[in-house]
């Protein structure tokens, strides 16, 4: 049974993926993928249109199941450790420590990643966490890796890599916080389960407020796969979600200035970032 997808069914799925999670699917650009992942799942539910399809997409999913499937197809998860290294030394070694500085003593410092992908960039934060900041000796933080993504979760929670993965990663620093696979890498025992790993998406507020406040976000390279709207909607979520005086630090193709004006940006050594 396969499911032929129109260019105009193509337009009414996006249009749902947009509304839902800010993805912005273009028919030259997407449409073959849509149509796969559609053909293949009509098969595997036993429907014979794309009516069926998304009828039960709309109104027969109360567990969120189906909608977790189609994201997990549309989404593009790319991302390695030590990716535009800079921004974690800038965090590890001006950021932290003024918050640090500044913080009662006691309480614990929060980072958001977000979005995580399969974990490169939080774990990337606790490798230098380790490496070049004593900060972990008088200072408990706390680093939640947040992705609408289900698949990508669940592969962060174990922390098994591809050569290519760690091709960034010095050697000193992965021998000593990696073994060695048959295949790839995987983090040691120690550092699994030092990141707290969530399925969220942005979007949903309900479950974001339930991630409570941070005093520094990373959000690289999840904004362009968004359109304006969407991206003002995020950088406000972002905005509500940090703590007075926190840090978001964007991808190097993205601008909060272009966004919304309610940060004050900075430039550290050529790192830009942005403040509440
Ligand atoms: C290219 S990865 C970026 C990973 C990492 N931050 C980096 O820069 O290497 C983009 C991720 O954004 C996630 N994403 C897309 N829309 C999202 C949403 N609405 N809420 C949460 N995550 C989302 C995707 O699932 C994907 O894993």
Excluded at 25 to 39: N, P
Excluded at 215 to 236: G, P, Q, W
Excluded at 265 to 273: E, M, P, Q, S, Y
């Amino acid at each position: 049974m396969s499911v032929v997808l129109s260019e105009e069914n193509f337009n009414k799925l996006s249009e749902y993926i947009y509304r839902k999670s800010g993805i912005y699917l273009e028919v030259d650009k997407h449409f073959d993928k849509l149509v796969k992942y559609m053909s293949s799942r009509c098969t595997e539910l036993e429907f014979d249109s794309f009516r069926k399809y998304f009828y039960k997409l709309r109104f027969d999913d109360a567990d969120g199941l189906e909608f977790q499937e189609l994201m997990n197809a549309v989404t593009v998860n790319e991302t390695y450790f030590y990716r535009e290294v800079n921004q974690f030394e800038v965090l590890v070694n001006h950021i932290l420590p003024e918050i640090h500085a500044s913080k009662p003593a006691g309480e614990i410092l929060r980072i958001l990643s977000a979005p995580s992908s399969t974990g490169e960039e939080p774990y990337s934060m606790i490798l230098h966490l380790l490496e070049e900041a004593k900060l972990i000796e008088e200072r408990d933080i706390e680093i939640v890796g947040i992705d609408i993504d289900s698949t990508v979760i669940e592969k962060a929670k174990k922390a098994n890599y591809s050569d290519r993965a760690v091709h960034a990663i010095p050697k000193k620093v992965l021998s000593a916080y990696f073994d060695k696979k048959q295949f790839g890498y995987k983090l040691i025992d120690d550092l699994i389960g030092t990141v707290d790993f969530k399925v969220c998406n942005i979007f949903d507020k309900t479950d974001v407020r339930k991630l409570g406040k941070f005093d520094v976000i990373f959000s690289r390279n999840m904004l362009i796969y968004f359109d304006d709207a969407s991206r003002k909607e995020v950088a406000m979520t972002f905005y509500d979600l940090l703590n007075p005086d926190g840090y978001v630090l964007l991808g190097h193709a993205e601008y909060m200035s272009r966004i919304v004006s309610v940060y004050k940006a900075k430039k550290i050594g050529d790192t830009l970032v942005y403040q509440k």
